[in-house]
Nanobody, 130 residues
Framework: QVQLVESGGGSVQAGGSLRLSCQTS????????MGWFRQALGKEREGVAT????????TYADSVKGRFTISQDNAENTMYLQMKSLKPDDTAMYYC???????????????????????WGQGTQVTVSS
């Protein structure tokens, strides 16, 4: 059974930090690509960060490079998104996703395109105030 459950969202001031968690079922963890996506009110969904479970290779959106870190705990079947130096523009509903296959881009890596992922969590809200 595919199951993804996000947690860790909340309200912080600009410059603050949050860590999101995505608890998955063992079945979901078997999918090689997982990632974090976000959708702000009135905007399209965008990829934030992805991770290839097999080799740990990560991919980030330019807007979060150097501020966000995606990681995984294989023993706990959990994926994380550590967010630092948050900005008001980071305000959005954050979703974890799984069910995509890696692609060769100078090495195997996972896409930031949401339509390539089959399974989604219910989302967790992140609000950053100025």
């Amino acid at each position: 059974q595919v199951q993804l459950v996000e947690s860790g969202g909340g309200s912080v001031q600009a410059g603050g930090s949050l860590r999101l968690s995505c608890q998955t079922s063992r079945y979901t963890w078997g999918h090689t690509c997982m990632g974090w996506f976000r959708q702000a009110l009135g905007k399209e969904r965008e990829g934030v960060a992805t991770i290839y479970n097999n080799n740990g290779r990560t991919t980030y959106a330019d807007s979060v490079k150097g501020r966000f870190t995606i990681s995984q705990d294989n023993a706990e079947n959990t994926m994380y998104l550590q967010m630092k130096s948050l900005k008001p523009d980071d305000t959005a509903m954050y979703y974890c996703a799984a069910g995509s296959s890696p692609k060769w881009v100078g090495g195997w890596s996972c896409s930031l395109l949401g339509n390539e992922y089959r399974y989604w969590g219910q989302g967790t809200q992140v609000t950053v105030s100025s």
